[in-house]
């Protein structure tokens, strides 16, 4: 009984050895996506090996029943889901350097959350986590009249959505004094974050900015308000609204931050092409070390030979010399014979 529960425990430590030589691993605890563009969710096995006949799958933690985003099993991808279908690749060269890094396609707000990158042989498993955060500019704030209190004051709603994360509103007056909210809502969907605020204006000559923030994108939308325009004791209101959306600041800070998303991207793949330049010249190495133990135990395999041969050669010659001796011997025999007669 004690010979059976140690064997099992030296298998149990064979086992967990061998499983300890490997690794999953992520460069990137969180990667920064924009909506509608593609990301790489990076993902390889240290020290590198193929994992060509291993099991890959990618799957999102963060949700109930840990969703399945792909899955690449049996030298095939089989990807079911509806969500990410059609949207996710793996690169089949790059599995044979182990990297299982995961091309996501047409990023969504929806796809923002937790990642699981799973490898899994037929003596070892492991696997690394990752955060996706998406960022998503809304559109532009729109300003509606829901007509006047008691008092002559003017009820102004502002509403914005598809943003991601959650944006900043606030109301401006026209010198750019932030103005309070009576009112706010924050709602989210698949989509991203839409924003509602509600405000009462009482000096109706005035100039009322709705502006929205996220970041380093902004959109602004002004609308003015004259006692010409707006009569609290007439029941037909006439709005004259005027769109300003900062369309030079945004764009510049949007240049901005796809030049950084850019520039992350392209420190990414730089990574990722000096990983592929040390995995080659490791494999490299690894095969010359090969063809050198190679050709020794070629040169062993002659030596022996050579060997045995030197050695079936001797024995050959020390045989001829016997034979030899015994020829003389004998007619040295039938010499000596007739003398005797």
Known sequence: MNFIFLTLLIISGITYARSDRYEVVSPADTVFAVAGEDV?????VKPSISVVDM??????SDLKNSQLVHLYEDHEDRNTNQSYRGRTKLNHEELQRGDASLKLSSVQVSDEGRYKCLIQSKSWSDYASLDISVEAVGSP?????DGFDQSGGLHLQCESEGWNPEPFLEWLNSEGASLSSETTEMQRNTDGFSVKHTITVQ????KIHCRVRLRHHMLETLIVTSSK???PWRTLIILSTIAAVLVVISGILLAAFVHT???HNKRQNEYMTEKEERDKLLEERKRK????DKLLEERKRKQQEYSELLQDENQRIKQER???EQEKLRFQQEREKPQEE
Not at 203 to 206: P, V, W
Request: hydrophobic share 35%; proline share 6%; with cysteine.
């Open 40 to 44: 790489i969710l990076p993902c390889s």
């Open 55 to 60: 099991r890959v799958e990618w799957f999102r």
């Open 141 to 145: 704030p729109v300003i509606t009249v």
């Open 203 to 206: 000096h109706i000559d005035d």
């Open 229 to 231: 325009s707006f009569n």
């Open 261 to 263: 998303n850019r520039e």
């Open 289 to 292: 070390q090969q063809e050198r």
């Open 322 to 324: 016997e034979k030899l």
